[in-house]
């Protein structure tokens, strides 16, 4: 058994795909849904991770998430934007590498990318269209993304 596990999870780690964005590994749409399961998300989490889903390509800024998941403060909103990406990678026992622009967002990196399109205005965090679509199998959301 403890064989199987092993070659599993060798497997899972191939198929990952390179985000050229950050350097992350993503994981496949199928590890995801199966972290969503198992996962025990809050109910602001929960929102966060709606809320990327629905706006897709067009990401969300920190203060939108912070707005979303009704936090008084963005730096609880980060502090549980990057919880999630710790509660996913622990479950699927991601690797995370931080280098270059992804220090200090190494644990959103599971989640999502960080995107400035000019220096005026905030980063939006794109979610991954592998969590994008776990998200709306998992938890029954519709996106025109």
């Known amino acids: 058994m403890k064989e199987l596990l092993e070659e599993r999870d060798r497997q899972r780690t191939q198929k990952r795909r390179l985000e050229d964005n950050s350097g992350t590994y993503v994981p496949g749409e199928w590890e995801y849904v199966e972290a969503l399961h198992q996962v025990r998300f809050s109910d602001a989490q929960v929102a966060m991770l709606k809320a990327l889903t629905i706006a897709g390509k067009e990401g969300l800024t920190i203060g939108q998430l912070t707005s979303t998941a009704e936090y008084k403060s963005r730096e609880t909103a980060v502090k549980a934007f990057k919880n999630t990406g710790l509660m996913i990678a622990e479950y699927l026992e991601i690797e995370l590498i ?12 599971v989640v999502a990318y960080s995107h400035i399109c000019n220096s005026d205005e905030p980063a939006t965090w794109i979610m991954h269209p592998e969590l994008r679509n776990a998200v709306r199998a998992v938890l029954g959301i519709r996106s025109n993304a």
């Open 98 to 109: 931080e280098t270059g622009a992804a220090r200090g967002n190494g644990l959103a990196q």
